[in-house]
């Protein structure tokens, strides 16, 4: 794991890249509250990118 990386449990300070509203871990994705995208966990990393939404 390097220092770049980002723990799922961890949101706190990260918000949707497209709306910028707040997240939630479901199982194993990421959703957003505002816009209702879900990012998928690799690894247990988020991949909060706009293209990589499920
Ligand atoms: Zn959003």
Do not use: N, T
Not at 14 to 29: A, E, F, M
Not at 34 to 51: H, K, Q, S
């Amino acid at each position: 794991m390097s220092a770049q990386s980002l723990p799922a449990e961890d949101l706190r300070y990260v918000v949707c890249p497209v709306c910028r509203q707040q997240l939630v871990r479901l199982g194993d994705v990421i959703s957003c509250k505002g816009c209702g995208r879900r990012y998928p966990v690799v690894d247990d990393i988020p991949v909060l990118l706009a293209d990589r939404a499920l």
